[in-house]
Structures are given as C-alpha cells and as structure tokens.
C-alpha cells in the first residue's frame, strides 16, 4: 500500500512539473529593451543582440538572399523610442510570418545601425550554434 501512495505522489509531482515548465516555455523571459536600440542607432551601433516590441508599419514582401527567402517589413518601436527599424526574417526557417499593418509584433534578434533606422535580423534559431536564438512574437505565435 505505502508503494502505490509513492506512485501516486510521484505521478502528482510529475504533473506539477510539466505544467511548471511549460508555462515557463510560453512566457518571456525577459522584457523589450527599446532604448536599447535608440541608443545603438544614436552611437552608430551593430552587432547587438536586442528585443524589441513595436507596430508593423509597412510589410515589405519577400525577397531571395543567399540563405534563403527573407521576409521584410519596417516596425515602428514603442516606448521612447522613434525609431523604425527593417526587420528581416528568414522564411526558410522560420516559415511565412502572416503579418498586417498596424499589428503588435516583439522581435528578438542582431541590430545593425543603417541611416534609415537600422536592421533587426537573426530573428530565428541560429542553425549550428553560430548565433543567439532569436524569435518573432506575432499573433499569439512564435516564428524562430
């Protein structure tokens, strides 16, 4: 008898686990950092990973790169922050990212400073370690 409680106990504690981790898989382990980005786009700064959460202003379409069909589009960074950055995800790994103007979008990837705002990409899981993880939050939906 004591054996089957211990199983039971058990069996209990691993359902409380598996629900532990996976809410912790669904939610953000840390918070959009805009100023971030102001201040790389101030210093001229690259090569800096960033998350950032702003509104889709424009999508700008697909395009072939030499890894693949990336999918383009200009988000506009809230929170003190005007800058409006391209953002460019690899389609190939990411899949088609349905995206609309006006839409709430949080993008983890590399920054790299150009005039017009800046490129947010890496926005993907890096394929063989080269690179930080990053992601696109859209729709209730991670694109990595």
């Known amino acids: 008898m004591a054996i089957h409680r211990r199983a039971k106990a058990l069996r209990h504690y691993g359902i409380i686990v598996a629900l532990l981790l996976v ?3 669904n ?8 100023a971030l980005v102001c201040q790389l786009y101030a210093g ?3 090569k800096t990973e960033v998350f950032v959460k702003g509104t889709v202003q424009r999508v700008l379409g ?8 990336h999918e383009g589009y200009l988000l506009q960074l809230r929170h003190g922050c005007d800058v409006l950055a391209r953002i460019e995800t690899n389609e190939t790994l990411t899949g088609h990212i349905p ?8 993008v983890k990837g590399e920054y790299e400073y150009t005039p017009e705002g800046g490129v947010i990409h890496w926005t993907h899981r890096a394929r ?3 690179h930080i993880n990053g992601y696109v939050y859209a729709g209730g939906k991670y694109y990595q």
């Open 23 to 25: 809410s912790a898989c």
């Open 27 to 34: 939610s953000h382990p840390e918070e959009p950092n805009n």
């Open 44 to 46: 001229q700064g690259s």
């Open 62 to 69: 697909d395009s072939q790169g030499p890894s693949g069909v």
């Open 99 to 106: 995206l609309h103007n006006g839409e709430s979008v949080e």
């Open 128 to 130: 063989n370690g080269r």
